[in-house]
């Protein structure tokens, strides 16, 4: 027989046999680190790590203390420099010039602490004594003007990254120091600071959802009457910390979910400040005290809570939306004078996210998507239910792409492009299936413009971590220009896509690490375990007769030092036992790979595990002859 021509349809279906995605597609099956660009596969571009310092520490790279849930980027007029702010479960830094600056927010200040410090010998454990400090365990504190105790160096006691605490009562509390101590004494100093960072008096540090507890909790008629839900048969959970990070020019407004707004100005002597509540803010009245998201409205320039606690009340209204006044984000009163204002969402139980789009902020609920649109006074806004039965599960899980708005929802994803829709998805059940719901909070979507993609990372069942905190480590991307869907694993908690002041996109794992992407061939200088499947094509569409396939001629585009690897998997029924040839190696050089493989389905997988590997596949042909009918 001639050569076959072999030529796959884009992207990944793992919702059918095998069998059945090689036959009415043909389709590639499974993949890992590989997109498709013009409707074919390729091994997706590098990424290297990038190293950044806390400011009083320029000789050890830092990490950020907790798992990353935000970011956000861009470069300030007033003095041209370049920064990222990131948002932790339970701190926010300001990264600039590859230094970092602590911007959490102080809950309170002891001032000139008198020897409050306590030292046991060859012991990192100090003890704090602080009257009323008022804190909680978890909650971290940052020394200043402390002394060498106890052989403990005052740099090691004033670092800029702080401690977290363990109270031991209303009046003490004890921190793991950086070295032990080489003496036991009571000193530090009768001039001490000691600045405790908002924790859990605002709801943070909590890194997961934590199962709710008590009477009333789960569905009605569980369990025992009377009897409470506990932690291992309750599946009611509640919400992990998130935070909104907005950009007001060049200034910073953040809030972490059910807490206090913030705001970090730019000008106002930079990352020497820490962010201070916008309700302190000169002018400030109405500001709501907690709120679930914010975003800003574009042209028009109103600071949007959803999901916060209406005017002059304290308990949060899920599923309310107010807004300032133009171009004044403090400013929450309605008065006859300005454009404040609020509305209340009728479907779904709360307001999980919002986003600018072209014309109006897409605002999303549990249930619902909504569109806010500006139309001046004296309404200012105009508030339309686009769709049901779409709810969003992630505040982080939608993207805005030009206008159009993609989201992960309970159980499929979708678009919004003047009409929402369910995006059709080949993938589908098997992300969903592999997702660990209690934690899809945390599945991040990341925007890739240059090569038209929308990724989400997220939680998997597969995940190292097991269940107790785990962070999102595989992905499943839609490129939206070939309507085509690749999975993988690839551990990051955060992205921030190509622009401004960055040539790459760069994203967050959680471990803190910062890399740049689609830089270079590897991981970080290891090597990457690229590969991509066929689904299982006869050669004879009839499916009556086997073959015998002696020659494959591929058809790449790769870099002089990249080794792909190709295997031929056969079979001669669909659940029938499978016969592997190869690896063979391809290189620019190979014209063809000889070989004897037989069967009636025929399914091919390319491979690379090296670093300087760089390849694209177009379609291959196939030598095959008959060779009988069993």
């Not at 009245?285 to 009340?313: E, M």
């Not at 490129?479 to 551990?491: E, K, Q, R």
């Not at 590969?531 to 020659?551: A, L, P, R, V, Y």
């Amino acid at each position: 027989m001639p050569l076959q021509l072999i030529k796959f349809k884009p992207g990944i279906v793992k919702d059918l046999t095998e069998y059945a995605a090689g036959k009415n597609g043909p389709f590639y099956t499974d993949g890992n680190l590989v997109r498709f660009r013009n409707g074919y596969p390729t091994k997706i571009g590098g990424w290297l790590e990038e190293f950044y310092y806390f400011n009083d520490d320029i000789a050890n790279p830092a990490t950020v203390t907790g798992k990353i849930k935000d970011i956000v980027a861009w470069r300030a007029p007033s003095d041209g420099a370049d920064r990222i702010a990131i948002a932790t479960h339970n701190h926010i830094y300001i990264l600039k010039d590859n230094l970092f600056y602590d911007i959490t927010p102080l809950r309170a200040v002891s001032s000139n602490l008198s020897n409050p410090l306590v030292t046991t010998n060859g012991n990192a454990l100090v003890t704090v004594t602080d009257s009323d400090h008022g804190g909680s365990n978890g909650d971290f504190v940052v020394f200043n003007s402390a002394a060498t105790t106890g052989g403990i160096l005052a740099a090691t006691l004033n670092r800029l990254a702080g401690y977290q605490i363990t109270v031991v009562d209303a009046n003490s509390y004890t921190f793991i120091a950086g070295s032990a101590a080489t003496s036991a004494v009571t000193g530090g100093g009768t001039t001490i600071d000691a600045s405790y960072l908002i924790g859990n008096a605002e709801d943070l540090n909590a890194q997961s959802a934590d199962p709710a507890l008590g009477w009333g909790v789960g569905s009605w008629g569980e369990g025992t009457y009377g009897t409470p839900r506990d932690g291992t048969s309750n599946t009611v959970a509640l919400e992990a910390t998130q935070w909104s990070l907005v950009l007001w020019g060049e200034d910073l407004i953040a809030n972490n979910r059910g807490g206090q707004l913030y705001y970090w100005d730019t000008s106002d002597s930079g990352e020497a400040t820490r962010s201070a509540l916008i309700s302190a803010e000169t002018g400030a009245t109405g500001v709501p005290t907690k709120v679930r998201c914010s975003t800003i409205s574009f042209p028009d320039r109103h600071f949007i809570a959803g999901g916060c606690t209406p005017l002059g009340d304290t308990v949060i209204d899920p599923m309310l939306v107010r807004f300032s006044t133009q171009e004044d984000f403090a400013v929450f009163t309605p008065t006859s004078a300005n454009t404040a204002g609020d509305q209340r969402l009728e479907v779904g139980s709360k307001i999980i996210t919002m986003l600018p789009t072209k014309d109006e902020t897409f605002i999303q609920t549990d249930e619902a998507a909504y569109g806010m649109s500006f139309i001046g006074p004296p309404f200012t806004f105009s508030f339309r239910l686009l769709a049901v039965n779409c709810g969003a599960v992630a505040i982080h899980g939608s993207a805005n792409v030009d206008g159009d708005v993609y989201w992960i929802g309970k159980s499929n994803f979708f678009v919004y492009d003047g009409a929402v829709k369910e995006l059709p998805c080949s993938v589908q059940y098997y992300v969903f299936d592999r997702l660990q719901s209690t934690f899809i909070d945390k599945t991040y979507a990341a925007h890739n413009k240059k090569f038209n993609e929308i990724s989400w990372f997220y939680v998997s069942t597969d995940n190292s971590s097991g269940t107790e905190n785990p962070e999102p480590d595989s992905y499943v991307t839609y490129n939206y220009a070939d309507g085509a869907w690749s999975i993988g694993t690839l551990p990051r908690n955060v992205w921030h896509d190509a622009g401004g002041f960055r040539n790459v996109p760069f994203a967050f794992d959680n471990n803190g690490k910062l890399y740049n992407h689609e830089t270079g061939t590897s991981d970080n200088g290891s090597a990457m375990s690229a590969f991509i499947e066929t689904g299982e094509i006869e050669i004879d569409q009839s499916g009556n007769s086997m073959f015998m396939i002696d020659k494959i001629i591929p058809d790449t585009t790769m870099t002089t030092n990249t080794n792909l690897f190709v295997q031929l998997k056969t079979r001669k029924y669909p659940q029938g036992a499978e016969t592997i040839k190869g690896d063979f190696t391809v290189t620019t050089s190979t014209e063809k790979i000889s070989t004897r493989a037989k069967g009636r389905q025929l399914a091919v997988k390319f491979s690379s595990t090296g670093t300087t590997d760089d390849w694209s596949l177009g379609d291959f042909r196939v030598n095959a002859r008959v060779d009988g009918m069993r």
